[in-house]
């Protein structure tokens, strides 16, 4: 791993002059690339999404939404209009969000399988759910061999409010599951494209019983009807595991004694080795590590002033609560607490962290790294994998700051 | 107290039929008179204000605009896009917003007065702060004597966070305050008309110094740059007071041995006996007190579904946390304890709340109490004053449902 690094900092090295004021770093010569071609070329916002601000983020595709690094606000909240997007299939029409309440999902695997609509779901129960949302590939844009995808540097995440109602009172509604149910599977609305084999497209995902949990069907996003870019009318949240695990347009929720045929069950979203296409016998992409990086300073355009700076970024625990973060002006070399800021909103949330730091002219290599009250670290290198998921080693996501 | 009461009960009961479904009591007659009004005369948003979402909001007037009591979602924070507007003044042009960072703001009565820029007010420190933002005159409608001002029901009122630099670090930066002050003064950037001795309209507030010690300058609100209709670039943030201590486009703090002799400091926001003209003698509006209603059923225009149904709200302590909610189904006769749900965002935020409830076809009554921290409670009646200041009456604030 040590050599992986090296090779990506001098990569690094070799590409920056002294003029450049901030970027990630790793494979920091692509991000550069990616961020003139953003700015030189901005493409337009997809219409499904025409309500996002356009200047708080990065438009990969019509499917890939990327939020800007300097975008993400202090406040704890992102704002909904600069979340992430990213589908794997094309979103059904917007006709569906015309009678949100009309919307109707299937349960099955359990003692008394029937149907409700959203309106049905909303008499059963009610909790608002913070938590960080965030793409399985967040980070790609660093990993050395290239995998294919979308090159997220931090932005294919947030942390957002998601309103429902929590799967255990459908569960209690329905007489509880059938005997022997080992997974939850959530099969999303997407139109499937005729003359295809559905399993190869299907958005169709299980994940272990423990997750039931905490888990809700929501219908609100930071306290609005939840939008169809994000997954409106309906969308399974499942707190502490990966975006594509939270299933969209969800019309049946089933409980499972095998994983879902589909093949983003099956080989997608699998850790396997670099060169090694993802199968069965591979874990599945399913709960978040923990997380942390800097969002000030992160501006490229910006020369910081020397002086007094207020160092601030994002922790997250993944599947329990951030309890330590620390920050490094040297590149890793000396490490110094940081303190969390602003309201704790649970476990699967992130924490808002500030490091006041005297900042001398000349540049400073600015990390963070974090711990989880399960006694889970941020490592300092990635964990290589083929498709590169799950990305959170602190040295990528340092910042190179230039002040002056 | 009682009399006020029975006289609003049975005004209520004379003016609503059986298919009535929703509405708020008390001075019912008037509030669906203002409900009338708003449906068939909406009047546009102004100019500042036009990204707010129309379909949310009741605009009584260009400096005044509602949150319905419908559109407050379920997430705790509330939607910038859905939050009331007031201004005492008209607000400064929006050029101010041109260069937020170059705003400036004077401290005085401190050892080294001076002046900051929001760049370096920046520099001193970091903090988000969930709380409540709420009218003084939020339940205005309510009183029966028709006090003067805007005719809010509930929703001059929205739990947000605002992100800046804590008051304690400008603070620190001037070497303190200079000896013998008493109260926080702020003075809004609001331009004066000419030939209007300054003091009549201007917006300058005292607050006792115990309230620095929660108390931001802030430039974000739920996590992006603070607009110009919310006090952009600049606004000071008094948790726990009511929204005209958090004085907009903030251009001096000082700190002061006297209140400010501004009309609005010395004789409004001041809680005189009905009848009585506000003056120094009566007690400044600061702190809010404990306070809390049901938004879930609330609709007017929707009769709901007997059976489960989720009766949600809003729960705020004022100056200490919610820590206690009830339900009554029966106007107050019975009680129950409702569950709070939801992230708890600190003291000075509201909780959101669900009583899960059978509801036979017929009307009822459905009214929330709460308690804080402190033990203060929530009363049954308003606290009568002339100018229908803080209006945390239970009684008004129950709605009745018809449901079928």
């Not at 090296?6 to 450049?20: D, E, F, H, P, Q």
């Not at 599951?177 to 609305?189: C, F, L, Q, R």
């Not at 699998?270 to 599945?284: L, M």
């Not at 303190?339 to 400073?364: I, N």
Request: include cysteine; hydrophobic fraction near 40%; charge should be neutral.
């Amino acid at each position: 791993m040590e050599e992986v690094s090296n090779i990506g900092r001098r990569r690094m090295l070799a590409t920056t002059g002294g003029v450049v004021a901030l970027a990630g770093l790793g494979s920091m010569a692509r991000a550069n690339a990616a961020g003139t071609a953003a700015a030189a070329d901005a493409k337009p916002l997809p219409p499904y999404t025409d309500w996002k601000d356009a200047d708080s983020v990065i438009v990969h595709s019509a499917n890939t939404i990327e939020t800007k690094r300097t975008a993400f606000g202090s406040g704890v909240v992102t704002p909904s209009d600069r979340l992430f997007v990213r589908n794997n299939l094309t979103p059904p029409s917007a006709d569906i969000m015309k009678d949100p309440d009309g919307w109707k999902m299937e349960v099955s695997g359990v003692k008394k399988p029937r149907s409700f609509t959203v309106a049905e779901l909303k008499t059963l129960g009610l909790n608002a759910v913070p938590m960080v949302l965030q793409c399985s590939g967040n980070g790609r844009a660093w990993f050395p061999h290239k995998p294919s995808g979308t090159q997220w540097t931090v932005g294919a995440a947030g942390c957002v409010i998601f309103t429902g109602v929590p799967v255990q009172a459908v569960l209690d509604a329905v007489g509880g599951m059938e005997d022997g149910m080992v997974y939850m599977t959530s099969t999303g609305g997407e139109e499937i494209p005729a003359g295809i084999d559905p399993t190869t497209v299907m958005v169709e995902r299980s994940v272990p019983l423990s997750a039931i949990k905490d888990a809700i069907l929501a219908w609100e996003l930071n306290g609005e009807q939840l939008p169809l870019a994000h997954g409106g009318p309906l969308r399974i949240i499942v707190p502490g595991y990966t975006g594509v695990n939270s299933v969209k347009y969800i019309k049946h929720l089933a409980f499972t004694k095998e994983q879902s045929p589909a093949k983003i069950q099956q080989t997608s979203y699998r850790f396997s080795p670099v060169g090694t296409p993802g199968g069965p016998q591979h874990d599945s992409i399913w709960e978040m590590p923990p997380k942390s990086w800097i969002n000030y300073p992160s501006d490229p355009d910006q020369t910081v002033k020397a002086g007094q700076v207020q160092i601030s970024g994002v922790a997250m625990g993944g599947m329990s609560a951030a309890t330590k973060i620390e920050v490094s002006l040297n590149g890793g070399k000396d490490w110094q607490a940081a303190q969390f800021v602003g309201p704790d909103l649970g476990p699967y949330a992130w924490r808002e962290f500030v490091l006041s730091a005297k900042l001398a002219p000349g540049t400073h290599e600015l990390a963070s790294r974090t711990a989880n009250e399960a006694g889970q670290t941020q490592p300092e290198e990635r964990a290589e994998n083929n498709r590169g998921y799950v990305n959170n080693g602190w040295r990528d996501h340092m910042v190179k700051v230039t002040v002056a």
